[in-house]
């Protein structure tokens, strides 16, 4: 719940710079509608506009200039920039409407709404069935790869071996976040060829709604031998529905070895941790 509502409310936050930053571009002294006509295999734009003569609206069509012209592309990108602050500001009062409407439905909350008569709930009110359930399926299976680990591995906060200080990050604060996941589960895929084959993602998150979310981070892309190992594998997960964007999340060591902990630290709050909640 928390984590949702920070979410609308950054929403809200860019949402509103936007329309000032796209507003900026709007130039008011504009009027008219911008029409066309294909002559000699050309388009020539005209601008229409409303001028009352006697009280009597009459169109008047002057010719701007072809696709190119200053004026023309002036009045279509001032159209661009109205539309877009109009969407924009739809979207902003759907954003507010549903911060305002919008009711927080965890334990604590409910609790304190009910009459006196029932505010000492039994302990199961508090419990949430659907993440307890996501936490049961996972549990003693994150030992799962049977590869063999290096001997220099990286250790994390459970004492689980992993093979890189990527992964100790994210395997850690998905641990501190108390999202349910295992490490390099066996996957099994299909090539574009047809083959079978096992691949190990590095981290196999199942939301509430059963959906997999799938983590890889990678690191060494400088190295062409790693990063076409790693091209192929992302090749092979489009080609069995795991698709960036969607359901695949990549992360990775910046050239020389740096990693930025505190966006992936961001990302798992933000976008994670909403997923397998019922309520946080």
Not at 59 to 76: E, M
Not at 81 to 106: A, G, I
Request: charged share 25%.
């Amino acid at each position: 719940m928390d984590s949702f509502m920070e979410l609308i409310k950054d929403q809200i936050k860019i949402t509103e710079m936007l329309i000032d930053a796209y507003s900026k571009n709007i130039e008011p002294s504009l009027d008219g509608t911008l029409t066309y006509k294909l002559r000699y295999n050309q388009l020539q734009y005209y601008l229409l506009t409303s001028v009352k003569r006697r009280g009597i609206a009459e169109r008047k069509q002057v010719y701007l200039g072809k696709v190119d012209s200053p004026q023309v592309q002036k009045y279509k990108n001032d159209r661009f920039y109205r539309e877009s602050v109009k969407r924009l500001k739809h979207n902003l009062n759907t954003l507010k409407r549903t911060e305002k409407k919008y009711q927080d439905y965890s334990p604590e909350y409910i609790q304190k709404k009910l009459p006196n008569a029932y505010k000492d709930l039994p302990e199961r009110c508090f419990s949430d069935p659907i993440y307890e359930e996501l936490c049961s399926l996972i549990e003693n299976k994150r030992n799962s790869s049977p590869k063999e680990f290096p001997k220099a591995s990286n250790i994390t906060v459970t004492g689980q071996q992993v093979r890189s200080k990527g992964e100790v990050i994210i395997f850690n604060l998905l641990t501190s976040y108390q999202v349910p996941f295992q490490y390099e589960e066996a996957l099994r895929l299909t090539t574009v060829e047809g083959q079978n084959v096992t691949a190990y993602p590095d981290f196999v998150i199942t939301t509430a709604a059963g959906r997999k979310i799938y983590w890889e981070h990678v690191g060494l892309l400088e190295k062409e031998n790693y990063y076409e190992n790693f091209c192929s594998k992302i090749k092979l997960y489009h080609h069995n529905g795991i698709t960036l964007g969607d359901n695949l999340i990549v992360t990775a060591d910046k050239s020389g070895g740096a990693i930025n902990s505190q966006y992936i630290n961001q990302m798992t709050k933000h976008l994670i941790l909403p997923e397998v909640r019922t309520f946080n």
